[in-house]
């Protein structure tokens, strides 16, 4: 029998880790990954043959960004998530947290930038395409903590506890798109917030944890509320195959402990990632002005000593 005609099978036995870990692709994901690296090897490689350096950090940060969404939709994972609530919530929070951060310290759009070639005068090619995406008043819109905010917290509330879900779960295009949406929430979302790649808001660093932390709670709200319903609050998982051998609102108590247990987790590694992003910028200031100072014979220390120096004989 299948489940929503997506093929797949609902007779699925007992959810174990080993099983829900073999190879079960999705085309769709399975070739936009393999895509993703490709493109990514090309412009590290493109950067090397000419001599520059591209962070290996990065490379393997976006790397495990991708393998994080494989892993999500190309194993066995994907077919649980179709009748288990909380197995559907590992992928949503894995995909839309968890791969958006490591695919943005990757810093693709920086590579994308450094890597392909300039067009000619007159001309305009990907480099200048992506440029002009970069500068577009719909990325400045998309990317602003107005808009950002309110779609990752309506990517909850909005989809779970309508009927949206329910109509997403019954085509293999639905589900696909739902998933996409998630890495594309995500992605936006994060984006601003880790300022690593260029882009139109770039917020000081107190400002990025202000809408970091802006958003986290409603997920942690979303979270509590699953664990603590005493029904079955989504049609999609409220009659799980017989064959697993689970309780639908056990299930859903879990999908929730899980929803709150990813809005501590990310926040955590973003907090990280940007105190050592300010530290690094302030040791960059820090160098700038010593070599400032080597330069001019540190005329600013100098002006600022005339200038006490001047209080002081007034003072006489």
Known sequence: MDHGGHG?????????????????????????????????GWGVVRLRARGDDWSPGRTISFVLGVLTVALMMCTALNDYGMVMFSVHMVQHMVISMVSPILLLLGAPV????????????????????????????????????????????ASLYGLYFTSLFQFLMESKPGHIAMMVHFLSVGLIFFWPIMGVDPGPHRPGYLMR????FAGMPFHAFFGIALMMASEPMVGAYDNPPASLGIDPLSDQNAAGGIAWAFSEIPSVLVLIALVYQWYRS?????????????????????AYNAYLASLQTRGQ
Do not use: N, W
């Open 282 to 302: 302030d040791q960059r200031q820090a160098k700038r002005l010593d070599r400032a100072a080597d330069r001019d014979g540190d005329k600013e220390l100098a």
């Open 110 to 153: 920086t590579l994308a930038l450094r890597a392909l070639p300039v067009a000619g005068r007159g001309r305009k090619g990907p480099r200048e395409l992506l440029l002009a995406v970069l500068h577009s008043r719909f990325m400045r819109f998309v990317s602003h903590p107005a808009f950002t905010i309110p779609l990752f917290i």
């Open 209 to 212: 944890m202000l809408e970091l």
């Open 8 to 40: 797949t099978t609902m007779d699925l036995p007992p959810f174990t880790l080993s099983r829900a870990l073999e190879f079960s692709p999705d085309a769709f994901f399975l070739v936009g990954c393999l895509l993703a690296l490709a493109l990514y």
